[in-house]
């Protein structure tokens, strides 16, 4: 004897209020996706430059290496746009040459006077701090400015 056995199926739709809650699931789950994503961003950016302004604050500007590169595009340049003879380009090079030499001499004399006064200003001010700051004081001036090669403890 052979029996049917009719399985009984579950109903394959959703009734309307079912339907109207995942709908309002799936945009949920959407928002939270784009906002977790704009929070990521917003993360990762701050990171990104904070961390680049860090490093480019505790690096000594090089003003040579930028004079010289610019006083090289004027002296290409100037030849360039005047189609100057090369005579004349190299009159002209010479003398760029020289202003690049006295640029490197004041920047030199500069530099020697700004670190002597920041020499100074710290042991100015060194013993005018109580005993117990003075640790944190050589350690912070240390911190700053050890890099730029103005601060050593004495």
Request: zero cysteines.
């Given at each position: 004897?052979?029996?049917?056995?009719?399985?009984?199926?579950?109903?394959?739709?959703?009734?309307?209020?079912?339907?109207?809650?995942?709908?309002?699931?799936?945009?949920?789950?959407?928002?939270?996706?784009?906002?977790?994503?704009?929070?990521?961003?917003?993360?990762?950016?701050?990171?990104?430059?904070?961390?680049?302004?860090?490093?480019?604050?505790?690096?000594?500007?090089?003003?040579?290496?930028?004079?010289?590169?610019?006083?090289?595009?004027?002296?290409?340049?100037?030849i360039?746009?005047?189609?100057?003879?090369?005579?004349?380009?190299?009159?002209?090079?010479?003398?760029?040459?020289?202003?690049?030499?006295?640029?490197?001499?004041?920047?030199?004399?500069?530099?020697?006077?700004?670190e002597?006064?920041?020499?100074?200003a710290?042991?100015?001010?060194?013993?005018?701090?109580?005993?117990?700051?003075?640790?944190?004081?050589?350690?912070?001036?240390?911190?700053?400015?050890?890099?730029?090669?103005?601060?050593?403890?004495?």
């Amino acid at each position: 004897m052979k029996t049917n056995i009719i399985l009984a199926q579950p109903n394959r739709y959703w009734s309307v209020q079912e339907q109207k809650g995942r709908r309002w699931l799936g945009i949920l789950w959407l928002a939270l996706v784009f906002f977790l994503g704009v929070g990521t961003g917003i993360v990762a950016t701050s990171i990104f430059v904070i961390h680049t302004l860090k490093a480019n604050a505790r690096q000594p500007i090089e003003l040579d290496s930028y004079n010289d590169r610019y006083l090289r595009w004027l002296t290409t340049m100037t030849i360039d746009k005047l189609n100057l003879d090369t005579a004349t380009a190299n009159d002209l090079e010479r003398e760029l040459e020289e202003t690049v030499r006295q640029s490197k001499l004041l920047r030199a004399t500069i530099r020697e006077a700004s670190e002597s006064i920041a020499v100074d200003a710290i042991s100015r001010v060194r013993p005018l701090l109580p005993p117990e700051k003075r640790e944190s004081y050589d350690r912070l001036m240390k911190e700053e400015l050890g890099s730029w090669g103005i601060y050593s403890e004495k």
